[in-house]
């Protein structure tokens, strides 16, 4: 929920109902500005003054926020099949290590070891159908030591997996598994760092699939021959044309792909020291590959490849299309990181100095991050999810009735979208931010967005005072 949604977004999480009003408070305020410095979505002293407190506070941690904002995705959840999306981003305070201090426990090395700051890897759920964010089913925060042993010095092969930091993939499928047991069908996706062995083995269930990007050419149970090598053997079973974005790697284009797909038995590596008596000797998958033919890529570029380990059944070319439509929404746990970070709340700039404050005000900016993100998905993609997800009834009340302000007297200038969905909803906070409203004109960015919700907070704050004035004249009278 959003603004006035999240009263009592806390209730029962917290240690004390103030923590709880307080964090609420603090919830609304980054979202109305957008940003995660408290001296910019404070408008007053008293304001600045509560929040810094609250992040402060040892009387709760930042697992009691993650409990509560992955509490609100179990409520959404609905029964159908659920992309569950896993990845891990880094964020660095390296440029305000001075003010923090390296003796703090909850900051240490990142990437670069000279560099401080911590990790974050969220599981971000996103409806299969429709490819709209319903929340976080978990989120995992933590750092490194400064002290901590190289990889050679600690034998990290012969290390048990629960042992490994990389075990944080299959974490977070089972905290996902236990917490959507009412969904039908989920299928855990994750790039090439998820290609671990035991997660092959341990999370696939009669309710759960795989989808990960193969990132190793694994022995083949019973076979000379290796994974990648065994794909490329394969006939081609359907060639199709692939729109590719301009970035720093890849050149505008439309690339001609080639598919091809195979089951596979992948055989357990001989470095695994675990022998549980029921331990398979191979684990049994379907492999994907995509392949841009040489005819469409560029010179001095490499040509674009996906290899794909999938439990679900592949019985034809759709069916692998499907799976790698399903992959390629990974997208969008890529833009939360980078609506976090530099293009939209800075998480990275926050002015907080301790670990413990900065963790518990990275939780709070996910969540804040996710609605801004929802709400453009949902435009850009027409969607028909109910408002309901991210709005309170009465807020879903006051945008229908901002809306008719908003419209137009021609079709074109009217809202397109259906009457109660987010996508109705986000036509109306971008036009509050300034957007013409024309579909012949550009789509709103996440900017108009963020500037809509915040000026949407203003008017509903003001329509819910008029309206409690309103109510207490009548009940004088």
């Known amino acids: 929920m959003i603004h006035k949604g999240y009263d009592n977004y806390f209730k029962g999480f917290l240690s004390d109902y103030r923590l709880e009003k ?22 007053t002293f008293k304001e600045k003054k509560a929040a810094y407190e609250l992040l ?25 099949h659920l992309l569950c999306i896993q990845d891990t981003t880094e964020i660095n305070y390296t440029k305000h290590i001075g003010r923090i201090g390296k003796e703090d426990i909850n900051i240490g090395p990142v990437t670069k070891n000279d560099n401080g700051g911590y990790f974050c890897h969220p599981m971000l759920v996103v409806d299969a159908k429709h490819h709209l964010p319903l929340g976080f089913s978990s989120i995992q925060v933590w750092n490194r030591s400064w002290d901590k042993k190289n990889r050679h010095e600690r034998e990290y092969q012969k290390l048990n997996i629960e042992d490994k930091e990389s075990f944080r993939w299959i974490r977070s499928a089972q905290q996902t598994q236990e917490l959507l047991s009412q969904s039908s069908q989920l299928t855990i996706i994750g790039d090439r760092e998820a290609d671990i062995y035991e997660e092959l083995t341990r999370v696939p269930n009669k309710q ?13 149970y019973g ?23 301009h970035n720093k790697k890849r050149k505008n284009r439309i690339a001609k792909m080639s598919l091809k797909y195979v089951k596979v038995k992948i055989a357990k590596p001989k470095s695994k020291t675990e022998k549980p008596s029921n331990d398979p000797k191979y684990v049994e998958m379907w492999a994907i590959e995509a392949r841009e033919l040489a005819e469409t890529v560029p010179e001095h570029e490499e040509p674009i ?7 679900h059944q592949i019985s034809n070319a759709q069916d692998a299309l499907q799976c790698i439509e399903w992959y390629s929404t990974r997208w969008i746990i890529e833009e939360l990181f980078r609506i976090l970070k530099s293009k939209g709340m ?30 453009k998905i949902a435009y850009d993609k027409n969607h028909v999810a109910k408002a309901n997800i991210l709005f309170s009834p009465p807020e879903i009340e006051f945008i229908q009735i901002l809306n008719k302000t908003m419209e137009g007297d021609t079709k ?28 012949s004109q550009p789509r709103p960015g996440y900017i108009s967005i963020k500037q809509g919700l915040d000026i949407f907070t203003i008017k509903y704050e003001g329509y819910l005072l008029a309206m409690s004035i309103l109510n207490n004249n009548n009940s004088k009278e």
């Not at 000379?224 to 974005?245: C, G, S, V, W």
């Not at 490849?305 to 439990?311: A, E, F, P, S, V």
């Open 56 to 80: 402060k506070n040892p009387s709760f941690t930042e697992m009691d926020l993650i409990e509560s904002i992955t509490s609100k995705c179990k409520a959404n959840q609905g029964a159908g």
């Open 22 to 43: 307080r964090a609420e408070e603090v919830l609304n305020n980054m979202q109305k500005v957008g940003n995660v410095i408290v001296n910019k979505f404070s408008s």
């Open 346 to 375: 800075q998480i990275e700039d926050s002015q907080l100095e301790t670990g413990m404050a900065l963790k518990k005000q990275l939780i709070l900016a996910l969540q804040v991050s996710l609605t801004t993100m929802t709400l």
């Open 223 to 245: 076979q000379d021959i290796k994974l990648f090598d065994y794909l490329e053997t394969q006939p081609i079973e359907l060639e199709y044309e692939l729109p590719i974005q």
């Open 305 to 311: 490849i996906w290899r794909l380990l999938t439990t």
């Open 412 to 439: 074109k200038q009217r809202n397109p979208f259906k009457l109660g969905t987010i996508a109705y909803c986000s036509w109306v906070l971008a036009r509050l931010s300034g957007w013409s409203g024309y579909a």
């Open 208 to 220: 759960t699939h795989l989808l990960i990007r193969s990132s190793i050419n694994r022995k083949l």
